[in-house]
């Protein structure tokens, strides 16, 4: 459970992710939300975007068109802030086995906790401005039935979550490459 009762956690919530689906492919946010990940579990369904702020959901998307498996965005509210547009570009695209979710922590927590403006933006009203179908939530129990209803939805689904900041001691391989392959040969072809 989160330290701050108005806020879901972290954790918590990653968990329900890999509990309610756990064959999806889930695409991590560089940093926290990668960290929190490998510490819930390590899996070659995972990928972690290191470096790449501001690009997993357009990584997700990718993937989504790619392959018929479920996709799950791991995202943060500074990364989804860089490229705010790509949610259009998902509401256009609209791959139904996408569900993206933005841990929104308020602050740039891997780099120090700095404060993102994301207190004055509210993700699900974006993301339906722009046609995707999301929603808000701010408890464990709220995302887990949110999330639950979200991969059942036809349509790809934006789920915005205020968390505590989290500060988790797992990490997960840093090494790209690998990641990669691994990624490639459990979800891209499995039969390779
Ligand atoms: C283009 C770019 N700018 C800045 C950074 C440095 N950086 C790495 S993680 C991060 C914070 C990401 O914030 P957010 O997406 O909110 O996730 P959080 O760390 O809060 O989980 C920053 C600024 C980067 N890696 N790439």
Redesign the pocket.
């Known amino acids: 459970m989160s330290s701050d009762p108005s806020r879901a956690d972290q954790a918590t919530c990653t968990e329900a992710v890999l509990d309610v689906t756990p064959d999806a492919a889930v695409v991590s946010?560089?940093?926290?939300?990668s960290y929190v990940l490998a510490g819930v579990r390590d899996r070659k369904r995972n990928f972690y975007c290191w470096?790449?702020?501001?690009l997993t959901t357009p990584v997700g998307l990718g993937l989504a068109l790619a392959t018929d498996d479920p996709i799950t965005v791991l995202?943060?509210?500074?990364?989804?802030?860089?490229s705010l547009g790509a949610l259009a570009t998902v509401a256009d695209c609209d791959p139904s086995n996408l569900t993206v979710v933005v841990?929104?922590?308020a602050?740039?927590?891997?780099?120090g906790g700095?404060r993102?403006h994301?207190e004055t933006t509210d993700f699900a009203a974006v993301a339906e401005g722009v046609g995707l179908s999301a929603t808000h939530v701010s408890n464990d129990d709220a995302f887990r039935e949110a999330y639950r209803e979200a991969v059942e939805e036809e349509a790809a689904t934006l789920i915005a979550c205020d968390v505590a900041?989290?500060d988790p001691d797992a990490r997960p391989p840093l090494d790209a490459t690998y990641v990669k392959r691994r990624f490639r040969s459990a979800v891209v072809d499995p039969n390779r």
């Open positions: 946010n560089l940093g926290v939300a470096g790449s702020m501001g995202d943060g509210d500074g990364s989804t802030l860089m841990f929104d922590n602050v740039y927590a891997t780099t700095q993102s994301s900041p989290a």
